[in-house]
């Protein structure tokens, strides 16, 4: 009786959430292995070379992810209103195509093409009429990874980017398709196609599975920034028509600063 009733009350998302841990750690492994230098520079999203501080989109989603966590564990759970705040999270979670350059940044290192300061560059479609770029959406980015996670042999990999988020509830929530009804999240739809009613338990996990694969990149990745203390000198190039040289490779715990450098890391602070 007892292992019946907490197999009703397992958490729907385990297998996920272990299969995305194993599947992280190996992208994290396999990209420092074929290089490691890349590998450094690919923990370091929107890495653009010279920019004024304040610009960082990826570093304002980790702001976001621990703003929205503690706001919405404050919030009563039966408010309507954490409901909401959670579908503007989701969206978030879902669209921080900045934050999602580090997976697709070690798929390149991987694939021997790292150092990639655009990685999403060839998403970008133009307006026919006002030439404006029109950036990928979430659906786009997970695609993406999920088909190059695939070519390159990281098929558990991909399946996690395929499941991490549901394109219905994203396009819903962008452009308030949907209802919140006893019953659940109603997406309308309403400009053709099926429409479809999340469950709140199904709508739980749903959110759930979006909100740990980004914590877990997270995490991964400020694993292996820290492994960088003491510094670390290895050689390497940021591009193939570049001579080899030295690079210093730093995490600075008092000031949680990671970087590179060609001379000696600098002071922390």
């Known amino acids: 009786m ?17 299969k995305a841990k194993r599947a992280l750690e190996d992208l994290f492994e396999k990209a420092k292995a074929k290089n490691e230098l890349h590998f450094a520079m690919a923990l ?49 979670l879902s669209e921080c195509s900045g934050f999602y350059e580090i997976p697709k940044k070690l798929l390149l290192t991987v694939e021997g093409k790292g ?14 009429k006002t030439g404006r770029a029109i950036d990928p959406n979430a659906n786009e980015i997970m695609k993406n990874m999920m088909g190059h996670a695939y070519d390159i042999g990281l098929y558990d990999l991909s399946d996690i980017f395929r499941d991490a988020f549901d394109p219905d509830l994203r396009n819903a929530v962008a452009h308030a398709d949907y209802v919140l009804a006893t019953d659940g999240v109603r997406i309308r739809k ?16 749903l959110f759930c599975r979006g909100a740990n694969l980004f914590d877990y990149i997270r995490q991964f990745a400020a694993h292996y920034a820290k492994t960088y203390d003491p510094p670390k000198k290895v050689k390497g190039k940021l591009s ?30």
């Open 44 to 92: 370091m999203p929107e890495f653009r070379g010279q920019q004024d501080g304040g610009w960082n989109t990826a570093e304002e989603a980790l702001q976001a992810f621990d703003q929205f966590t503690e706001h919405i564990k404050s919030l009563d759970k039966d408010s309507i209103i954490r409901v909401r705040i959670v579908l503007a999270f989701y969206l978030m």
């Open 190 to 205: 309403r400009n053709g196609g099926q429409s479809r009613v999340l469950s709140w338990a199904d709508f739980d996990a």
């Open 2 to 18: 007892a292992q019946a009733a907490a197999a009703q009350h397992a958490d729907p998302n385990q297998e996920f959430y272990d």
């Open 115 to 128: 150092n990639n300061i655009w990685p999403f560059q060839s998403l970008v479609r133009r307006h026919e």
């Open 240 to 269: 193939y028509n570049e001579p080899e040289i030295e690079w210093t490779i730093y995490y600075l715990p008092k000031s949680n600063a990671f970087g590179l450098t060609t001379g000696e890391a600098p002071k922390d602070a």
